[in-house]
């Protein structure tokens, strides 16, 4: 299986969700966009559980990707993928940029780039890379709470972990099995690596205390 990380952020930094209607839109794009066919941008919405339901007779859909996990950050967001087709990567990324730019310069009454030119890409090509890269992803919402956690000098641990049950805007929650964004991601490949949903939330917490960022190769990867 290919895994990409796949990384953008707001150009000059700037933030790119400045509310919670910019992260469920971003979200909902993550669903809406990932199709082979023409994409109309009406047909869904979020049911009471906030995951994604049809407006409309649902279509099939034929997926560009798999979306493995997600984390949106006030000005960046990450994006673990498989392409399930020749090229799929980039087309669904072409598609998500425009639409959620779109969306973003109607809402705010402005024009021009949103993000900060071609998103990055990462293909997952060893084994430690791998095994680090879920918990990179879902712990990037304590820079908002304890960027110590970068350099393994979490002070609060039990808070640490609240804070990320509490964050809803990433994969995290799906992945311990507490039903947020169900719809969005393929769950199974790292479900089965990682343990089950069970035993997710006992490794990212010994992921937490135990690992250096410095040790992981992400050291490089922008966070601002």
């Known amino acids: 299986m290919e895994l990409v990380h796949v990384l953008n952020r707001g150009v000059d930094k700037r933030t790119i969700f400045l509310d919670d209607e910019d992260r469920f839109r971003f979200i ?4 809406e966009f990932n199709d082979q066919g023409r994409v ?3 047909f869904y919405l979020f ?3 906030n995951d994604i339901a049809s407006h409309y007779i649902e279509r099939k859909r034929k997926l560009l990707v798999d979306i493995h996990a997600f984390c949106l950050m006030p000005n960046h967001y990450h994006l673990l993928l498989s392409p399930r087709v020749d090229d799929g990567i980039v087309k669904f990324m072409k598609k998500l940029g425009i639409g959620y730019a779109k969306y973003f310069n109607i809402k ?3 024009k021009g780039t949103l993000f900060e030119g071609r998103y990055k890409f990462v293909n997952v090509k060893n084994e430690s890379h791998f095994i680090h890269l879920p918990y990179y992803i879902h712990l990037n919402p304590l820079d908002l709470f304890a960027p110590e956690w970068r ?3 979490v ?3 039990n808070g640490a972990l609240e804070f990320l049950k ?3 805007w990433s994969s995290f929650l799906d992945y311990i099995g507490t039903k947020n964004f169900p719809s969005v991601t393929h769950r199974g490949f790292l479900l089965e690596f990682l343990g089950g949903a069970a035993n997710y939330e006992k490794k990212i917490s010994e992921w937490l205390s135990e690992s250096d960022l410095s040790d992981t190769g992400f050291g490089n990867v922008f966070i601002e």
């Open 151 to 153: 350099q393994n000098r």
């Open 40 to 42: 109309n941008n009406v």
């Open 155 to 157: 002070k609060n641990l």
């Open 28 to 31: 909902h794009d993550l669903f």
């Open 166 to 168: 509490g964050y809803r």
């Open 47 to 49: 049911n009471k559980y």
């Open 108 to 110: 705010y009454e402005r």
